[in-house]
């Protein structure tokens, strides 16, 4: 009850279209319960009188009664159409509102398709279960309400044995309910899985050629569909055994009807004639209808709640990192950052940093070094505020990072990355990201810093050329010139370089860093890097095991200290045999 009361507020947020549609439904139910009892009153009289011109008049009735349902009908599939869009609309918009402010943990633990499969697919589920239910059940009430009294002042005796099913039914409609809603989350969750499975497959398709993994990844492929479609039986099975049990019931309501109405028609009952029992029969198939309804939407209720489920585990989750309620003003300038006995774990990971301290100096290039898993990229993280720390602070220019607003600070940020990531479109419009009012020069000046003016005039369109999905009509190099030249642009105070010079070559290398050279006045600049070629010129270098700095200097002043730093240099450089320990 809690999720369908949950989803259910979407639909208050337009209750005149709400209410229109109950209206139009209850409004074209009344009109077909009038139908039965509009058509008992011309058998009756044609019986009686047997005049030609009550047929016609009365099937002139019928057709406007039957005419005038649907057109009810139709306006009300307009406005339940209406509604469910809107719904489905705003339901899939908070999703993507909240996906873009949950935590990097949360897709840490989780898969691309799987989380798109919630979106899409989850999302439908609930609406239709809900915004269905919610108008079909109206119908069905109202239809059993209407029909009930029209059986009981047709025949009181004959209507009890249309209900002889009704217990049996609602038995079978319990049992049915309570096994259902784990079966369809069982559904649900393969096909989230078989979902997140084709994407990888989509985005990892040169690799799968590459390595001729595409018999791999059929069997992987025919292991989660048929376990997908299992339970989909299992479900359908359950279903199968429900409905034509309940459509057997209502069945033997019916032949209990034709039975005891006959009878009471050959044994001349004055009060029920043939008239009598057709409208009774139409009654009785009316009162059954909504009942299967009613099973139906228990149908879709099972498979809603396992959805919602799904849909509310991404509503709910935890944001970890939020922006104060009153934050402080962003200060201006140069930005000093300090971490001050700073500890910091991964969920369920040992303790990455502990009472770590460090300052980057503004206008001033830092240079963070050492192995895999030394904690360079948390220390990245941290500047970001991606994550908060365990214990002790960062600060900017004195400040605790945790009072500053969220957007202030990754509008100050410019973040290289060593994958880079453009998105589908053009050039210019990958650029325009970081700044949308650059003028033309402003980018071409952005693209000529990071080295990659040249390659762009050369596209088939120049800047409007199109490069495709993440930039797959580039190559790495390419791609990573484009996302330095797009956080030139966008010209923050505060620079992250990780890796980024990885996939470049040596020439185009050393242009970029003469480009982020000619940036670090009044910028402060950190570079993750594990080819120590590209860290030469920074200001300090930052060397680190474990979570710990065991080395600080400028390059020479490290070098002459002859430890953990000249020892990796001399390694990179080929001074040292690569069996050397280091």
């Not at 292991?223 to 997908?228: G, Y």
């Not at 303790?351 to 220390?379: C, I, R, W, Y």
């Not at 040249?454 to 490069?467: A, C, H, M, R, S």
């Given at each position: 009850?809690k999720v369908i009361w949950r989803v259910s507020q979407y639909l208050f947020r337009?209750?005149?279209?709400?209410?229109?549609?109950?209206?139009?439904?209850?409004?074209?139910?009344?009109?077909?319960?009038?139908?039965?009892?509009?058509?008992?009153?011309?058998?009756?009289?044609?019986?009686?009188?047997?005049?030609?011109?009550?047929?016609?008049?009365?099937?002139?009735?019928?057709?406007?009664?039957?005419?005038?349902?649907?057109?009810?009908?139709?306006?009300?599939?307009?406005?339940?159409?209406?509604?469910?869009?809107?719904?489905?609309?705003?339901?899939?918009?908070?999703?993507?509102?909240?996906?873009?402010?949950?935590?990097?943990?949360?897709?840490?633990?989780?898969?691309?398709?799987?989380?798109?499969?919630?979106?899409?697919?989850?999302?439908?589920?609930?609406?239709?279960?809900?915004?269905?239910?919610?108008?079909?059940?109206?119908?069905?009430?109202?239809?059993?309400?209407?029909?009930?009294?029209?059986?009981?002042?047709?025949?009181?005796?004959?209507?009890?044995?249309?209900?002889?099913?009704?217990?049996?039914?609602?038995?079978?409609?319990?049992?049915?309910?309570?096994?259902?809603?784990?079966?369809?989350?069982?559904?649900?969750e393969s096909a989230g899985d078989l979902n997140s499975l084709l994407v990888e497959?989509?985005?990892?398709?040169?690799?799968?050629?590459?390595?001729?993994?595409?018999?791999?990844?059929?069997?992987?492929?025919?292991?989660?569909?048929?376990?997908?479609?299992?339970?989909?039986?299992?479900?359908?099975?359950?279903?199968?055994?429900?409905?034509?049990?309940?459509?057997?019931?209502?069945?033997?309501?019916?032949?209990?009807?034709?039975?005891?109405?006959?009878?009471?028609?050959?044994?001349?009952?004055?009060?029920?004639?043939?008239?009598?029992?057709?409208?009774?029969?139409?009654?009785?198939?009316?009162?059954?209808?909504?009942?299967?309804?009613?099973?139906?939407?228990?149908?879709?209720?099972?498979?809603?709640?396992?959805?919602?489920?799904?849909?509310?585990?991404?509503?709910?989750?935890?944001?970890?990192?939020?922006?104060?309620?009153?934050?402080?003003?962003?200060?201006?300038?140069?930005?000093?950052?300090?971490?001050?006995?700073?500890?910091?774990?991964?969920?369920?990971?040992?303790?990455?940093?502990?009472?770590?301290?460090?300052?980057?100096?503004?206008?001033?290039?830092?240079?963070?070094?050492?192995?895999?898993?030394?904690?360079?990229?948390?220390?990245?993280?941290?500047?970001?505020?991606?994550?908060?720390?365990?214990?002790?602070?960062?600060?900017?220019?004195?400040?605790?990072?945790?009072?500053?607003?969220?957007?202030?600070?990754?509008?100050?940020?410019?973040?290289?990355?060593?994958?880079?990531?453009?998105?589908?479109?053009?050039?210019?419009?990958?650029?325009?990201?970081?700044?949308?009012?650059?003028?033309?020069?402003?980018?071409?000046?952005?693209?000529?810093?990071?080295?990659?003016?040249?390659?762009?005039?050369?596209?088939?369109?120049?800047?409007?050329?199109?490069?495709?999905?993440?930039?797959?009509?580039?190559?790495?190099?390419?791609?990573?010139?484009?996302?330095?030249?797009?956080?030139?642009?966008?010209?923050?105070?505060f620079v992250i370089l990780d890796e980024a010079t990885a996939s470049v070559d040596?020439?185009?290398?050393?242009?970029?860093?003469?480009?982020?050279?000619?940036?670090?006045?009044?910028?402060?600049?950190?570079?993750?890097?594990?080819?120590?070629?590209?860290?030469?010129?920074?200001?300090?270098?930052?060397?680190?095991?474990?979570?710990?700095?065991?080395?600080?200097?400028?390059?020479?002043?490290?070098?002459?200290?002859?430890?953990?730093?000249?020892?990796?240099?001399?390694?990179?450089?080929?001074?040292?045999?690569?069996?050397?320990?280091?």
């Amino acid at each position: 009850m809690k999720v369908i009361w949950r989803v259910s507020q979407y639909l208050f947020r337009y209750p005149a279209l709400f209410t229109m549609v109950q209206v139009l439904a209850v409004g074209m139910t009344l009109l077909a319960i009038a139908i039965p009892k509009f058509i008992e009153n011309i058998l009756t009289k044609i019986q009686d009188q047997g005049a030609a011109g009550t047929l016609v008049s009365g099937i002139v009735g019928i057709i406007l009664l039957y005419l005038g349902s649907e057109i009810l009908n139709g306006l009300r599939i307009i406005c339940n159409n209406t509604l469910e869009q809107k719904v489905l609309f705003d339901m899939r918009r908070d999703l993507h509102q909240k996906l873009l402010i949950l935590p990097v943990s949360f897709y840490d633990a989780r898969k691309s398709g799987e989380i798109s499969s919630r979106v899409i697919e989850d999302v439908m589920a609930v609406e239709r279960a809900l915004l269905d239910g919610t108008e079909m059940g109206g119908r069905a009430l109202v239809m059993i309400i209407g029909v009930s009294i029209m059986l009981f002042l047709t025949n009181p005796v004959l209507a009890w044995f249309v209900f002889l099913p009704v217990p049996i039914l609602i038995v079978l409609g319990i049992f049915y309910s309570r096994g259902s809603r784990k079966v369809w989350k069982h559904v649900r969750e393969s096909a989230g899985d078989l979902n997140s499975l084709l994407v990888e497959d989509i985005q990892g398709n040169r690799l799968i050629q590459t390595f001729g993994l595409q018999k791999r990844e059929g069997q992987r492929f025919d292991t989660k569909a048929s376990l997908l479609r299992t339970r989909t039986l299992k479900a359908m099975f359950r279903w199968a055994a429900y409905n034509p049990s309940t459509t057997f019931m209502t069945n033997l309501g019916i032949v209990s009807v034709i039975g005891f109405g006959g009878w009471m028609i050959l044994n001349g009952n004055s009060e029920f004639g043939f008239p009598q029992l057709v409208a009774f029969l139409m009654y009785a198939n009316m009162l059954y209808m909504p009942i299967g309804q009613l099973h139906g939407i228990n149908h879709m209720l099972a498979a809603g709640k396992a959805s919602g489920d799904r849909v509310f585990e991404i509503l709910d989750a935890e944001v970890e990192v939020e922006t104060p309620a009153n934050p402080e003003p962003f200060p201006e300038g140069a930005l000093h950052i300090r971490f001050d006995q700073v500890s910091f774990k991964y969920p369920g990971r040992p303790e990455v940093l502990s009472n770590f301290n460090l300052e980057l100096p503004s206008g001033k290039v830092t240079a963070l070094v050492g192995h895999t898993g030394a904690g360079k990229s948390t220390v990245a993280n941290l500047t970001m505020r991606t994550y908060d720390v365990t214990s002790g602070n960062v600060t900017v220019n004195g400040i605790d990072i945790r009072q500053l607003n969220l957007e202030d600070i990754h509008s100050k940020v410019g973040h290289v990355a060593q994958d880079p990531f453009l998105f589908e479109g053009s050039v210019r419009d990958n650029l325009l990201l970081a700044c949308p009012e650059a003028s033309e020069e402003d980018i071409k000046a952005a693209l000529d810093g990071a080295c990659a003016l040249e390659f762009v005039l050369k596209l088939p369109e120049g800047l409007d050329t199109n490069i495709g999905e993440k930039g797959i009509r580039l190559s790495q190099g390419e791609k990573q010139r484009l996302t330095i030249a797009r956080v030139l642009l966008k010209n923050p105070p505060f620079v992250i370089l990780d890796e980024a010079t990885a996939s470049v070559d040596t020439i185009t290398e050393r242009l970029i860093q003469q480009a982020l050279e000619n940036l670090t006045a009044d910028r402060t600049v950190l570079i993750i890097a594990h080819r120590l070629s590209t860290v030469r010129k920074a200001d300090q270098i930052v060397c680190m095991r474990e979570g710990e700095i065991i080395e600080l200097g400028t390059h020479d002043e490290l070098l002459s200290q002859d430890g953990h730093y000249a020892r990796l240099w001399s390694y990179q450089n080929d001074l040292i045999p690569e069996s050397a320990s280091l």
